[in-house]
């Protein structure tokens, strides 16, 4: 049984306040949880950039990459996986849309 079928789903917003090509932070526990919206899908990673930690929300958002301030590394918003350097990875953590509503799971998936 992977961690997303025993997590507790919390409500963050409406599905409408994070338009497509935006992102969104929300505490979750004791994380920050990035919510991007890649053209009407949802996804959420841990707000840490796995470099040197810099909130990944400072960063840009464009054409569905993600880009930290820092050192420009770059990540799909959709996989979560690097694009420059390769083979580093997000933390993602589950996300559904139930009634227009965003929930976030309040712990990350295992990948
Ligand atoms: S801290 Fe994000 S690229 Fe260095």
């Known amino acids: 049984m ?5 997590c507790k789903f919390i ?10 090509g935006e992102m969104l932070v929300f505490d ?5 949880v990035l919510v991007m919206n890649v ?5 959420a990673y841990d707000n840490v950039c796995p470099h040197q930690s810099v909130p990944l929300a ?3 958002f ?6 930290c301030r820092a050192h420009q590394w770059t990540f799909d918003a959709r996989s979560g996986c690097s694009i420059n ?3 580093e990875r997000l933390t993602k953590y589950p996300i559904r849309i139930e009634n227009n509503r965003v929930l976030l799971g309040d712990s990350p998936l295992d990948t």
Request: charged share 25%; proline share 3%; glycine share 10%.
């Open 39 to 43: 053209q009407g899908e949802f996804h």
């Open 62 to 67: 464009e054409d569905g990459v993600l880009t």
């Open 11 to 20: 409500d963050v917003c409406a599905s409408d306040d994070v338009w497509i």
């Open 28 to 32: 979750v526990g004791q994380r920050e």
């Open 2 to 6: 992977s961690q997303a079928n025993v």
């Open 58 to 60: 400072e960063g840009s």
């Open 85 to 87: 350097p390769s083979a």
